[in-house]
């Protein structure tokens, strides 16, 4: 089973670049999010989506746009990179069953911006 | 809004000996409460969850957390430490009311000493 899968594992950035992260989930998982882990900090929700189309704000969204055109698929796009995104990314994804979810992360993407 | 916290950047304990990684919350409604595990340079892996039921909840690796509403806290506990459980620790939470944002804790560090 693949889980949930994020691209790139490393990218080095400049200044005012742009790009986007990868996230693919084979789980048909309805719920998908993107958390960003800093030292001290622990993981912050940036965004987050419960299905196709949808998508909402968490915790630290600015800079940062996604788009669910698919229930695979959740791309985290950084429009102008600010060395304050240098950081770790998660990918997560989970069911919503009536227990409660078990979130599954992916392995992270490790960005730098310089 | 929710919250959680988690008082202590890390833990030191001898191998052999109980371990407690202290986690507090806030959230509306009735809270879904999750603990995680992150080795280096990895993802996060799901420990255990408390959604309702019993307080005292077991999960993997001989781990257990407590629940407890009136001080709404949920610990994770160890009996006997081991060197491998060596990691960082998140406590997260979901809200009870059919929200879909999982927040986490600022982590703590797990150092187990042989």
């Known amino acids: 089973n693949a889980g949930v899968t994020q691209t790139p594992k490393f990218q080095v950035l400049k200044t005012g670049q742009s790009m986007t992260l990868q996230c693919a989930q084979d789980?048909?998982?309805?719920?998908m999010s993107w958390y960003r882990q800093d030292p001290g900090m622990g993981l912050r929700l940036i965004h987050y989506?419960?299905?196709?189309?949808?998508?909402d704000q968490g915790e630290v969204p600015n800079g940062y746009n996604v788009s669910r055109s698919t229930t695979e698929d959740f791309p985290l796009r950084l429009l102008s990179a600010a060395p304050s995104q240098t950081s770790v990314y998660f990918c997560?994804?989970?069911?919503?069953?009536?227990?409660?979810?078990?979130?599954?992360f992916g392995e992270g993407s490790w960005l730098t911006v310089v | 809004a929710q919250s959680v916290a988690q008082p202590e950047d890390q833990v030191n304990v001898a191998e052999g000996n109980p371990l407690t990684v202290k986690c507090t919350y806030s959230?509306?409604?009735?809270?879904?409460l999750f603990w995680y595990v992150q080795y280096p340079n990895r993802g996060l892996q799901f420990l255990l969850k408390?959604?309702?039921?019993?307080?005292l909840v077991k999960g993997s690796y001989g781990f257990e957390a407590e629940f407890n509403k009136s001080q709404t806290s949920f610990h994770l506990k160890k009996p006997s430490a081991l060197v491998s459980d060596s990691a960082l620790y998140f406590c997260?939470?979901?809200?009870?009311?059919?929200?879909?944002?999982?927040?986490f804790g600022a982590g703590t560090r797990l150092f187990v000493k042989a």
């Open positions: 989506s419960v299905g196709a189309g949808i998508t």
């Open positions: 959230v509306s409604g009735n809270p879904y």
């Open positions: 997260a939470v979901r809200d009870g009311t059919g929200g879909f944002k999982t927040i």
């Open positions: 408390y959604i309702t039921g019993d307080n």
């Open positions: 997560a994804s989970s069911y919503d069953l009536p227990e409660g979810n078990t979130i599954y």
């Open positions: 789980m048909n998982h309805e719920y």
